[in-house]
């Protein structure tokens, strides 16, 4: 299984700026995911990362918010942006692979905006 | 539109007990369900991946059953411990979107010493 890894594992912001977090995985993938949890909830895919195109992104998540980059196959970042108390969350980034897209995901980033 | 639930949402039980998780979805048009377990403030662990054409799978005193038709999975803890104390997630793969997950609600469990 890939393993994955997130910066910073945790970050406390103030309301109005932006925070990016990094995922690294270990081999080569096609598909990158960021989903959020936010606290008590369970976890939303927020977009989908593709190496050599723009992010998709899901209802309700948009690119100004979320500006996402990928600039090869085991990197991606994620920019949580202008950022209020509402975008409190755990991050987590996640990969698919193998013949049955069994996924397999990163420690998460815990943000609190004050 | 595909919804999981899982019940119940929390759970408390004396080491050593035989346990079920239950996780039920609304469309039976799904490629594959995985359940995980999250430690508290932690990322996910993933547990078991059941194919669609599956109806099992075993891991350990881990087993997870799949019924489709009828839109559920369950997820038997055998002779639980106290180090299976966490969050167990079900989230299954859309037939449409074969890449997204979607995401029960989780059961808290705790096992007591």
């Known amino acids: 299984s890939a393993v994955i890894s997130q910066k910073p594992s945790r970050d406390i912001c103030q309301r109005g700026t932006s925070l990016t977090i990094q995922c690294q995985v270990d081999s080569q993938v096609t598909m990158m995911f960021w989903y959020r949890q936010q606290p008590g909830q369970s976890l939303t895919l927020i977009a989908t990362a593709n190496q050599g195109s723009e992010a998709t992104y899901e209802s309700g998540f948009v690119i100004d918010k979320f500006p996402i980059s990928r600039p090869n196959l085991t990197f991606s970042t994620l920019t949580v942006s202008n950022m209020s108390p509402e975008d409190s969350s755990i991050y987590l980034c996640s990969v698919d692979q193998g013949t049955y897209n069994e996924q397999f995901f990163g420690p998460g980033t815990r943000l609190t905006v004050l | 539109k595909q919804e999981v639930t899982q019940i119940p949402a929390a759970l408390s039980v004396p080491e050593g007990e035989n346990l079920v998780l239950n996780c039920s979805f609304t469309?039976?048009?799904?490629?594959?369900l995985q359940w995980f377990r999250q430690d508290p403030g932690k990322g996910l662990t993933s547990l078991l991946l059941?194919?669609?054409?599956?109806r099992e799978q075993t891991s350990g005193r881990l087993n997870a059953s799949l019924d489709k038709s009828s839109g559920r999975s369950t997820l038997y803890i055998a002779a639980s411990q106290p180090g299976d104390s966490a969050t167990y997630l079900c989230?299954?793969?859309?037939?449409?979107?074969?890449?997204?997950?979607?995401f029960g609600s989780g059961t808290r469990l705790l096992v007591r010493p």
């Open positions: 989230a299954v793969n859309p037939m449409d979107s074969s890449y997204k997950l979607i």
């Open positions: 059941i194919q669609s054409s599956q």
């Open positions: 469309d039976s048009a799904i490629y594959n």
